[in-house]
């Protein structure tokens, strides 16, 4: 599955839902719908919701503890402010073949909330090392990569709309079967409660 939700809504029949658990931040506006758009176009079957993962898909170690994973995030996302994510380039990841856009602007925030995250609850030995980005096709056959990597660069060039918008806001996400993911928590970027005194 590599680094990907699909950010379908709802909850799923009842024991379906996994133990893989991803933080994410999804795409606003019309930069979201097009990468939506091109995903689909991309990947037909595929059901998207542009994203970029903070913490890529994990099993928790005690997966009935996913509540309180989820308060994990909920405290060190309200440490953090908002902040401008750019994307810029498509590029293919070597091993996987994922078509990807390259982040730009915000690139260094989202390491910093990678690495605060990735602890606790929801600390997990992750299969590369994290690189923020947008996915736009995986599960590629290896004869089409070329192909859709030039369609997908095409796409990008004639988009007009702004290549960028602000991270306010992240989601924590679950896999059920079926690879349906489920959204379970919004958590607002830099509101944190004050302590009283």
Not at 22 to 44: C, H, K, N, T
Not at 108 to 122: I, V
């Amino acid at each position: 599955m590599g680094s990907e939700t699909n950010g379908t809504r709802g909850c799923p029949p009842t024991g379906t839902l996994l133990n893989a658990f991803a933080l994410v931040i999804y795409i606003p506006g019309s930069l979201g719908s097009f990468l939506d758009d091109l995903r689909r176009e991309l990947v037909p079957h595929d059901n998207p919701r542009a994203h970029v993962s903070v913490l890529p898909p994990r099993p928790l170690v005690a997966e009935n503890e996913w509540e309180a994973a989820r308060e994990q995030a909920r405290t060190l996302a309200g440490r953090r402010a908002p902040f401008r994510v750019e994307a810029t380039e498509i590029h293919v990841f070597p091993v996987t073949d994922v078509i990807y856009l390259e982040v730009g602007a915000g690139e260094a925030e989202l390491r910093r909330m990678h690495e605060a995250m990735d602890s606790h609850r929801l600390a997990w030995q992750e299969p590369f090392p994290y690189h923020p980005h947008i996915t736009l096709a995986q599960e590629v056959p290896g004869d089409r990569v070329q192909e859709m990597r030039e369609l997908a660069e095409t796409r990008w060039r004639e988009f007009a709309g702004p290549k960028w918008f602000v991270a306010e806001r992240v989601t924590f996400v679950r896999n059920s079967a079926g690879n349906h993911w489920v959204d379970l928590a919004e958590f607002p970027l830099g509101e944190v409660t004050p302590v009283r005194r």
